[in-house]
């Protein structure tokens, strides 16, 4: 586990003991399908960005660049 990750949930539980205690309204949904669905979701972020880094672009010599220039020679 890494430094980061354990500093993420320190923090988290410190700003949800802060608004139960301070009587603020917590800034996250209070019921547990709501934290699933932010849980979910971030699940499926940090996938698809593993699957994108894993697959690079395969037609990226086709992508024209800044000036809409591609590197293949135009016929």
Known sequence: MSWKLGVGLLLGLAIGFGC?????PVPAPPVLVGASLVVA????????DNFIAAHPARH????G??????KE???
């Open 20 to 24: 139960r205690w301070l009587g603020i």
């Open 73 to 75: 020679p135009r016929t």
């Open 65 to 70: 660049g800044p000036s809409g220039d591609t």
């Open 41 to 48: 979701m971030t699940s499926g972020y940090l996938l698809a």
């Open 60 to 63: 990226r010599h086709d992508c």
